[in-house]
C-alpha cells in the first residue's frame, strides 16, 4: 500500500532552535500534503495545507512565519519549526494524497515528536 | 465537513467481532466515509473507505446505510493489536485538497 515516511520520528532540542521535519510518499505522487499537529490526549489538528509549487494555505491561528512549509516536489513536503518554544512541543504528523482516483484516501506518516527544552 | 459522532469508548474480547458505530447525519451527497485509526504514538492508519455501498477489505468490513446517515465499522476477529481509537470522518474526496477533520473518535480496548 501506499507509504508515507516522515522524519526524524523524534526531536528534542533546545528553545530557540530551529527544527525541521520532511515528509515523503515513497511510492506515488502527491500534489497535496496536510501537516497535522497533536497535543497529548487530543485529536488530530489541521496546521496547513501544502500544495506542489504553491504557496500553503495555514489555517487561523497557525503562523506562517514560524511554521514554514515547502512543497518542491511531488514527493516531498518540509515543516520547518523556526525558534522553537516549550508550547511548539507536540506530535506533528503528514499526509500525503495521490494524483490518482477521486477517492482514494490519505495516507500519514508515523509523525514527529517534538520536544522542547 | 459534516460532523460525525461516534461512541467515546468501546470494549471488545479478543477474537470476538468489534463493530463500531458512527452517526453522521448530515452527510452530503458528494462525501465519503472514511474509517482511520491511531495506535499509541502512531500517526493514523487507513481502514477502509465508502460512499453508498458495503465495503471489505483485508482489514474491515464497512456497512452504510441506506440513508447514509450512519455507517458501523466491523473488525470481524479481533485482536490485542486492534487496540487503537478510530475514527470515522466524512470528507469529500480526498484528492479534492480537502484535509480530514478529526473528531475525538472512539477508544477500542481489546481485552483478552
Known amino acids: 500500500g501506499a507509504v508515507v515516511s516522515q522524519h526524524p520520528s523524534r526531536v528534542i532540542c533546545k528553545s530557540g532552535t530551529s527544527v525541521k521535519i520532511e515528509c515523503r510518499s515513497l511510492?506515488?505522487?502527491?500534489?497535496?500534503m496536510f501537516w497535522y499537529r497533536q497535543f497529548p490526549k487530543q485529536s488530530l489538528m489541521l496546521m496547513a495545507t501544502s500544495n506542489e509549487g504553491s504557496k500553503a494555505t495555514y489555517e487561523q491561528g497557525v503562523e506562517k512565519d514560524k511554521f514554514l512549509i515547502n512543497h518542491a516536489s511531488l514527493t516531498l513536503s518540509t515543516l520547518t519549526v523556526t525558534s522553537a518554544h516549550p508550547e511548539d512541543s507536540s506530535f506533528y504528523i503528514c499526509s500525503a494524497v495521490g494524483t490518482g482516483a477521486r477517492s482514494q484516501p490519505q495516507h500519514f506518516g508515523d509523525g514527529t515528536r517534538l520536544s522542547i527544552l | 465537513d459534516a460532523k460525525t459522532t461516534q461512541p467515546p469508548s468501546m470494549d471488545c474480547a479478543e477474537g470476538r467481532a468489534a463493530n463500531l458505530p458512527c452517526n453522521h447525519s448530515t452527510i452530503s451527497g458528494n462525501e465519503y466515509v472514511y474509517w482511520y485509526r491511531q495506535i499509541h504514538s502512531q500517526g493514523p492508519q487507513y481502514i477502509i473507505h465508502?460512499?453508498?455501498n458495503n465495503e471489505t477489505n483485508e482489514m474491515a468490513s464497512l456497512i452504510i446505510t441506506e440513508d447514509r446517515k450512519s455507517s458501523t465499522l466491523i473488525l470481524p476477529h479481533a485482536t490485542l493489536r486492534d487496540t487503537a481509537v478510530y475514527y470515522c470522518i466524512v470528507s469529500p474526496y480526498s484528492n479534492s485538497g480537502y484535509a480530514l477533520n478529526f473528531g475525538k473518535g472512539t477508544s477500542l480496548l481489546v481485552t483478552p
Open positions: 465508502g460512499l453508498k
Open positions: 511510492d506515488f505522487q502527491a500534489t497535496t
